[in-house]
Structures are given as C-alpha cells and as structure tokens.
C-alpha cells in the first residue's frame, strides 16, 4: 500500500486548503485513516481521524475549523481547512490503519504554511 498525500501550500491566516490523500491496493474500505501534523521542533500529533464507517475525531485545537471526509470509490480521504492560522503550519501526514493496526502505512507529507 502506498499513501500520496497532496494539497499543502501557502496560504495567508484566515484562509482555507483542502488536503488529499489516496490509497493504493484495496485495503482503503476497511481502514481508518488519520491526519497527523508535525511543526518544526514539535513532536508528530494526530490532527483527526475517521474510521471505516465514517466516524469522526478532531483534536480541540482544529474543532470547528477542519473536517475530515472520505470516498471509498477513490480510495482518498480529505482535510478540509478553513480559517487556517499560523500555528497551522507543519508537515501533514496520512496514516492508514487496518486491522487494528496489523496493517499501517505513512504518507509522505505535504507542507501547510500559514501566514500572519
């Protein structure tokens, strides 16, 4: 399985991205998926989840402002990001889970950056 995780970019604060990230293989539909974060000088953090039947976590700083989607058919999970703020920008990664965790794979990264 492999993860290409696209979307980051540059974006002034306030503004909004969207990220993808998609699968290869068939072990998509019944995975969960996270997106992680990692800033600079900062541990990695998981930024929200969504399982195999769609439900859906968020870490309390990007509540209300990030939202996690999935479609099965494409094999890609999203995150929505609006009102991006400085201390958005890190690397954000991927990560698939299946089976528990018998089966787990990294994307490689896309770099959000938010300016004041």
């Known amino acids: 399985v492999q993860l290409q995780a696209s979307g980051g970019g540059l974006v002034q604060a306030g503004g909004s991205l969207r990220l993808s990230c998609t699968a290869s293989?068939?072990?998509?539909?019944?995975?969960?998926m996270d997106w992680y974060r990692q800033a600079p000088g900062k541990q990695r953090e998981l930024v929200c989840g969504?399982?195999?039947?769609?439900?859906?976590n968020y870490v309390d700083s990007v509540k209300g402002r990030f939202t996690i989607s999935r479609d099965n058919a494409k094999n890609t999970v999203f995150l929505q990001m609006d009102s991006l703020k400085p201390e958005d920008t890190a690397v954000y990664y991927c990560?698939?889970?299946?089976?528990?965790?018998?089966?787990?794979?990294w994307g490689q990264g896309t770099l959000v950056t938010v300016s004041s």
């Open positions: 990560y698939l889970r299946a089976l528990g965790s018998t089966y787990s794979y």
């Open positions: 293989g068939n072990i998509f539909r019944i995975a969960d």
């Open positions: 969504i399982t195999r039947g769609g439900s859906t």
